[in-house]
């Protein structure tokens, strides 16, 4: 095809331009002034530079594209209409309730959005997950081209998607960054300053490109240079201006998330209402051979009795899933040889990435990955995922499908005192859209989740426990998602303990002291917090009136929420007790932990004397 001229990319960029005041007019909101910015970068782009199949968004070789700066959206919405892809009457359907054209992109109702975006410091992360995936799973030539506002260069994830892009030489990603000075309430930390950001990026191991963001000519050759350098990424510096091209909103501060004051007047200014196409080169042809689930499992085995920590089974299960299936791909935050993904790493090292103390990159690469339909398992200490809880907020609105895995949970870890304690990571989790959240608390149960995960769509949580626990099942046991199992039954029940994970063995041993005194006790292990079984519960309230919960988790949000929220039809709640980690933890051995906790077997047997009103006075 024939590439359209400098003159012809200019009038493209005053089309986004009009296009981006348009929409926000008719919608009565949206960013305008950051749209109107990066118009020529992105004409250009289109125009001379990316290489993608618009009708075919599976096409392996297409170029990827992020638009970090996700409140640009009119841009990218006013280039799918120059693209054809979307009509004028779908266009000035912007923010309106049931369009596809929402504030922010996201991959719900666009087939060309392939992450959400509007979190800002997001898309460069995820932009490294997709380039790994590109260079070392897929292995085909396609460029990730990733659009980014200065304001969030001021977040610490931008730095550790740099430093960590720069790390494994990621030649086939470009950080377009619009410098257009201005943030949402004034000027950007730097200002034009290009100089200040590429000092910082070639430190991290970037070339970079600056260029007057406003030029096309300019913009081609930085584009040019961006996709001809090996070795590097490329970060291109556009210094331009907010508003670009009228007069009453040209690099002015107090306009940010606003529609221009007199739109039609501004249309005029930049030459009117237009409706050029532009057609976006085609991907060379590209075959990626993602290999297929071979229909054969051979998950680790563990006998009844055997003491197994199921952070150690994670890792064992893992590595059998994946020389099962070859697209499961395991990451973790310099932790592995504690969560045991180690175990995956040296059996596939080609599938193991490395992602260092750098939890929102740790997540955003899992995501970027997922986008390329590939199943990740992401791990690091339960209590350090709490770094990265907006990327996995924010993945749920991608709709991706993630395996993350917390191990170390707990006051249970001993020793190591509460920066390390993972006490608050179930109620994260379980506030996540759609998520899963499970707790196991044996070797054969662990394993059994972690091939259940790799089936289940949406963010999938797996905590695991440091220290060994004795294995209560046997290795042909099914554990769906959704479900429990029911430890201790009888007709004589008078109270149910719930418990999960680290528990599970407190329960089991209060139970054995309490049917000493004659109170019998029903033991259910709420393995899946999330889907909670709810059938199980309900009826264990109904035949034994009084329920019991013992987690090593804060209180707030845990498996006492998760099974009261099993009662929130309107039915009759049942007595309900819960015990959960309410103070402030040091350092102790394991046993003394939950012993000072009042989550051992001990509290919970004198907190079942209490509640069925049986406590004996000594």
């Known amino acids: 095809m024939t590439q359209p001229t400098d003159d012809e990319l200019a009038r493209l960029a005053q089309q986004l331009r009009v296009d981006?005041?348009?929409?926000?007019?008719?919608?009565?909101?949206?960013?305008?002034?950051?749209?109107?910015?990066?118009?020529?970068?992105?004409?250009?782009?289109?125009?001379?530079?990316?290489?993608?199949?618009?009708?075919?968004?599976e096409h392996p070789g297409n170029d990827r594209f992020i638009l970090s700066k996700?409140?640009?959206?009119?841009?990218?919405?006013?280039?799918?209409?120059?693209?054809?892809?979307?009509?004028?009457?779908?266009?000035?359907?912007?923010?309106?309730?049931?369009?596809?054209?929402?504030?922010?992109?996201?991959?719900?109702?666009?087939?060309?959005?392939?992450?959400a975006t509007g979190s800002l410091g997001q898309g460069l992360p995820v932009g490294v997950g997709m380039a790994l995936a590109g260079k070392r799973l897929e292995r085909v030539g396609y460029r990730v081209w990733v659009m980014c506002g200065d304001s969030e260069l001021a977040e610490g994830s931008v730095w550790e998607a740099v430093e960590h892009a720069g790390h494994e030489h990621l030649d086939n990603l470009t950080a377009l960054v619009d410098v257009n000075r201005l943030g949402q309430r004034g000027p950007t930390r730097h200002g034009h300053d290009l100089d200040a950001y590429a000092r910082r990026l070639q430190a991290f191991g970037w070339h970079t490109v600056e260029c007057d963001g406003h030029d096309v000519h300019e913009v081609d050759r930085a584009l040019a240079e961006a996709r001809s350098t090996l070795g590097q990424p490329t970060a291109v510096l556009a210094r331009t201006l907010k508003g670009k091209g009228v007069a009453a909103a040209e690099d002015r501060e107090g306009l940010h998330g606003k529609p221009l004051k007199n739109p039609e007047e501004a249309i005029a200014e930049l030459g009117g209402v237009s409706d050029l196409r532009v057609e976006v080169q085609q991907p060379p042809a590209a075959r990626v051979l993602h290999a297929v689930h071979s229909g054969h499992l051979d998950l680790p085995r563990y006998e009844k009795g055997e003491e197994v920590a199921t952070r150690s089974a994670y890792g064992q299960a893992l590595t059998a899933l994946g020389a099962a299936r070859g697209d499961v791909v395991a990451l973790d935050g310099e932790v592995s040889d504690s969560t045991k993904a180690e175990l995956f790493g040296k059996e596939h090292p080609e599938r193991f990435f490395e992602c260092y103390i750098a939890e929102q990159q740790l997540v955003a690469a899992a995501v970027g990955m997922a986008a390329r339909g590939f199943t990740p398992y992401a791990s690091s200490f339960a209590a350090f995922l709490t770094r990265a809880h907006d990327f996995v907020r924010m993945a749920a609105v991608s709709g991706a499908n993630i395996n993350l895995v917390g191990s170390h949970a707990g006051v249970a870890i001993g020793q190591d005192g509460p920066s390390q304690m993972g006490l608050e990571d179930l109620a994260m989790f379980r506030s996540v859209h759609e998520?899963?959240?499970?707790?196991?608390?044996?070797?054969?149960?662990?394993?059994?989740?972690?091939?259940?995960?790799?089936?289940?769509?949406?963010?999938?949580?797996l905590r695991t426990?440091?220290?060994?626990?004795?294995?209560?099942?046997?290795?042909?046991?099914?554990?769906?998602?959704?479900?429990?199992?029911?430890?201790?039954?009888?007709?004589k029940d008078r109270v149910t303990l719930v418990a999960a994970g680290a528990t599970v063995r407190e329960a089991l041993d209060a139970a054995d002291q309490l049917a000493e005194i004659g109170i019998a006790c029903r033991v259910i292990d709420l393995y899946s917090v999330k889907p909670v079984d709810t059938t199980t519960l309900r009826a264990a309230a109904e035949q034994t009136g009084c329920l019991l919960t013992v987690e090593d988790h804060r209180p707030e949000g845990g498996i006492g929420d998760a099974v009261l929220e099993a009662f929130a039809d309107g039915r009759p709640v049942p007595r309900f007790v819960r015990l959960a980690v309410r103070h402030m933890p040091g350092s102790a051995k394991p046993a003394e932990q939950l012993r000072s906790a009042g989550i051992d077997a001990a509290a919970v047997a004198a907190a079942v004397r209490l509640l069925v009103e049986t406590a004996v006075v000594r």
């Open 20 to 57: 981006s005041i348009r929409v926000a007019a008719a919608a009565g909101s949206g960013h305008p002034t950051s749209s109107m910015s990066a118009a020529e970068l992105m004409a250009v782009l289109l125009g001379r530079h990316m290489r993608h199949d618009f009708g075919r968004p």
């Open 70 to 115: 996700g409140h640009a959206s009119p841009l990218l919405y006013a280039s799918y209409k120059a693209l054809g892809l979307i009509d004028d009457d779908e266009l000035r359907t912007f923010r309106a309730l049931g369009s596809r054209l929402e504030g922010h992109p996201t991959p719900r109702t666009l087939p060309w959005v392939e992450v």
């Open 435 to 461: 998520s899963t959240v499970l707790y196991p608390c044996d070797g054969n149960q662990t394993a059994q989740l972690v091939a259940e995960l790799a089936e289940r769509p949406g963010i999938g949580y």
């Open 465 to 491: 426990t440091r220290g060994a626990t004795p294995v209560l099942y046997g290795p042909d046991e099914s554990f769906p998602i959704g479900g429990s199992k029911v430890l201790r039954s009888s007709d």
